[in-house]
T-cell receptor, first 115, second 112 residues
Framework: KQEVTQIPAALSVPEGENLVLNCSFT??????LQWFRQDPGKGLTSLLL?????REQTSGRLNASLDKSSGRSTLYIAASQPGDSATYLC??????????????FGKGTHLIIQP | NAGVTQTPKFRILKIGQSMTLQCAQD?????MYWYRQDPGMGLKLIYY???????DKGEVPNGYNVSRSTTEDFPLRLELAAPSQTSVYFC???????????FGPGTRLTVT
């Protein structure tokens, strides 16, 4: 059974710092990995998706990497801002259905950026 | 596009009552999903559908039922509500071979 772990569970840093969020998964046979942002009381917003054949994806100040063989992904946030405060969720594709079978989620990293 | 929409936003049920959570998407996506999120936990997959008329169980299907009669709609039915079903329910969809999932705003359900 796939398990996804996110470290740290919570993180508080001053504005302007670069930071790294970690995600690990137990079964390397994934189709893709997706990073989401969740604001309190809100739905999930997709940040980045990395397909299994890719090593990294970038969007603005965000960079996500994937090392499938070791079961790890990192989300790098450059020059953090108070507006980046949210919970960040990592999720991997379930099963062997080519990505259509849904996602298995980690519990998230609760990030606070201090002004 | 409205994307993925869910109704209602909030609902309080008494133990033993039934209700249907509605989910609709206007992106012509074939694949749709229902997840639940308990406090401090990640999301868990309840049911999913790969197209109209086709549904399958996820990780936590007990106590729920689904149907998919159209591409756009994927309702989730709770029969005989129990306190353990108190949660936030999210619907999601995806439509291409990359399978990037798009989520609705959620329904917050309390069973007392």
């Amino acid at each position: 059974k796939q398990e996804v772990t996110q470290i740290p569970a919570a993180l508080s840093v001053p504005e302007g710092e670069n930071l790294v969020l970690n995600c690990s998964f137990t079964d390397s046979a994934i189709y893709n990995l997706q990073w989401f942002r969740q604001d309190p009381g809100k739905g999930l917003t997709s940040l980045l998706l990395i397909q299994s054949s890719q090593r990294e994806q970038t969007s603005g100040r965000l960079n996500a990497s994937l090392d499938k063989s070791s079961g790890r992904s990192t989300l790098y946030i450059a020059a953090s801002q108070p507006g980046d405060s949210a919970t960040y969720l990592c999720a991997v594709s379930r099963g062997s259905g080519g990505g259509a079978d849904g996602l298995t989620f980690g519990k998230g990293t609760h990030l606070i950026i201090q002004p | 596009n409205a994307g993925v929409t869910q109704t209602p936003k909030f609902r309080i049920l008494k133990i033993g009552q039934s209700m249907t959570l509605q989910c609709a998407q206007d992106m012509n996506h074939n694949y749709m999903y229902w997840y639940r999120q308990d406090p401090g936990m990640g999301l868990k997959l309840i049911y999913y559908s790969v197209g109209a008329g086709i549904t399958d169980k996820g990780e936590v299907p007990n106590g729920y039922n689904v149907s998919r009669s159209t591409t756009e709609d994927f309702p989730l039915r709770l029969e005989l509500a129990a306190p353990s079903q108190t949660s936030v329910y999210f619907c999601a969809s995806t439509g291409d071979r990359v399978y990037e999932q798009y989520f609705g705003p959620g329904t917050r359900l309390t069973v007392t």
